[in-house]
């Protein structure tokens, strides 16, 4: 499948400057801007900001950030990686984007999910025994906000509307909107239920071990009688000249990010040995462009993907990197994917 959508992602980590310190959140936001116009440069179809609210990560607000790219670029696709909805209010996280769409001349979309950070969940005042309601709900009223002209509706997570009009409204186009899932089944099947898009997040693993939820997805479609939708998959990575210098620039920083979440979450720390065979055979796309390009091209062809969107920041890589990563993704990386995949279809 050569018409393949192929995008990068961000979280907005707190970065490098040049003498090794980590540079105020002010300006990596301003290098987060500087980084969506090389990839409108270059030809990327999406770039999506995730939203966090911590010390390493400096997009709390990735609506803002996303308008300021849309007044300098031209074509690039802008939303979301994830916007967390449980924590979030469905009728104003629908306002943010239908403006977004609008200022951008109709491309924005968004990506909702309940994010694998829970910072937001007690920021906002949301109890996180109320974690799967929240979204189930939520989620079901945004779905709501996306068909209906006037919506009434009612849950226990917020107030009811009845025959209420939200602006602004879409435009006839409407709002391309996914929903994140880690990987479970029940996940998938909300996808279906609510007929919208599926984003795996892989992140780790062989990616055909994601087999199983995209037989899952078509089954539950075709028994709902809907349409199948476009699926993607989001996972990290990283572009450089030759594998052995992409391996280089990335494995300190990849390391740094890793052994900060393990002392938080009381995993392992990283060893080199498996971070080398998460890049030989597992969900980081670490290489030349050629490399990740044919990487990109078997994940797509094994879960039969139509998005695949690398996320290209990872711990405290500089800006520098960045934006050379961005470049040789869209200008090298891109086309290759597509010339695979003409080659031998997904199937």
Same mark, same amino acid.
């Given at each position: 499948? *050569?018409?393949?959508?192929?995008?990068?992602?961000?979280?907005?980590?707190?970065?490098?400057?040049?003498? =090794?310190?980590?540079?105020?959140?002010?300006?990596? /936001?301003?290098?987060?801007?500087?980084?969506?116009?090389?990839?409108?440069?270059?030809?990327?179809?999406?770039?999506?900001?995730? $939203?966090?609210?911590?010390?390493? @990560?400096?997009?709390?607000?990735?609506?803002?950030?996303?308008? %300021?790219?849309?007044?300098? &670029?031209?074509?690039?696709? /802008?939303?979301?990686?994830?916007?967390?909805?449980? *924590?979030?209010? !469905?009728?104003?996280?629908?306002?943010?984007? *239908? &403006?977004?769409? %609008?200022?951008?001349?109709?491309?924005?979309?968004?990506?909702?999910?309940?994010?694998?950070?829970?910072?937001?969940?007690?920021? @906002?005042?949301?109890?996180? *025994?109320?974690?799967?309601?929240?979204? $189930?709900?939520?989620?079901? /009223?945004?779905?709501?906000?996306?068909?209906?002209?006037?919506?009434?509706?009612?849950?226990? &997570?917020? %107030?009811?509307?009845?025959?209420?009009?939200?602006?602004?409204?879409?435009?006839?186009?409407?709002?391309?909107?996914?929903?994140?899932?880690?990987?479970?089944?029940?996940?998938?099947?909300?996808?279906?239920?609510?007929?919208?898009?599926?984003?795996?997040?892989?992140?780790?693993?062989?990616?055909?071990? @994601?087999? !199983?939820?995209?037989?899952?997805?078509?089954?539950?479609?075709?028994?709902?009688?809907?349409?199948?939708?476009?699926? =993607?998959?989001?996972?990290?990575?990283?572009?450089?000249?030759?594998? $052995?210098?992409?391996?280089?620039?990335?494995?300190?920083?990849?390391?740094?990010?890793?052994?900060?979440?393990?002392?938080?979450?009381?995993?392992?720390?990283?060893?080199?040995? %498996?971070?080398?065979?998460?890049?030989?055979?597992?969900? /980081?796309?670490?290489?030349? !462009?050629?490399?990740?390009?044919?990487?990109?091209?078997?994940?797509?062809?094994?879960?039969?993907?139509?998005?695949?969107?690398?996320?290209?920041?990872?711990?405290?890589?500089?800006?520098?990197?960045?934006?050379?990563?961005?470049?040789?993704?869209?200008?090298?990386?891109?086309?290759?994917?597509?010339?695979?995949?003409?080659?031998?279809?997904?199937?």
């Amino acid at each position: 499948m *050569s018409a393949i959508e192929l995008g990068l992602d961000t979280f907005g980590d707190v970065t490098l400057d040049a003498e =090794g310190k980590p540079k105020p959140q002010d300006q990596v /936001l301003r290098d987060v801007v500087e980084q969506g116009v090389v990839a409108d440069q270059a030809g990327v179809h999406y770039l999506g900001l995730g $939203e966090h609210h911590r010390d390493d @990560f400096a997009i709390s607000s990735p609506e803002v950030v996303l308008g %300021a790219i849309a007044g300098k &670029t031209e074509k690039l696709r /802008l939303g979301t990686a994830v916007t967390v909805l449980s *924590s979030d209010d !469905p009728v104003r996280v629908f306002q943010r984007f *239908s &403006t977004l769409n %609008a200022v951008s001349n109709g491309r924005a979309e968004v990506i909702l999910g309940r994010g694998s950070f829970t910072e937001s969940y007690p920021l @906002f005042g949301y109890d996180m *025994s109320n974690y799967d309601q929240l979204f $189930e709900e939520k989620l079901d /009223l945004f779905a709501h906000l996306l068909r209906d002209k006037e919506v009434t509706w009612s849950g226990e &997570t917020r %107030a009811s509307l009845r025959r209420q009009r939200v602006y602004p409204p879409l435009a006839s186009g409407g709002l391309i909107t996914w929903v994140g899932v880690g990987g479970s089944p029940e996940s998938v099947i909300r996808v279906v239920r609510q007929d919208l898009r599926l984003m795996l997040a892989i992140i780790g693993g062989d990616p055909r071990r @994601f087999v !199983p939820y995209i037989d899952l997805y078509h089954r539950a479609v075709e028994q709902a009688g809907n349409v199948a939708r476009p699926i =993607g998959v989001h996972s990290p990575g990283h572009v450089g000249e030759t594998d $052995e210098k992409a391996v280089e620039e990335f494995w300190p920083h990849y390391r740094a990010l890793h052994d900060r979440l393990a002392r938080e979450r009381g995993w392992r720390p990283m060893v080199k040995e %498996a971070f080398l065979a998460e890049v030989r055979d597992g969900s /980081l796309y670490v290489g030349s !462009p050629e490399t990740v390009a044919r990487k990109i091209a078997d994940a797509a062809r094994a879960l039969r993907l139509q998005r695949f969107d690398l996320k290209y920041a990872s711990g405290t890589m500089p800006h520098g990197l960045l934006v050379d990563s961005i470049a040789l993704y869209g200008e090298k990386v891109i086309p290759r994917v597509r010339e695979l995949l003409a080659e031998q279809p997904v199937a």
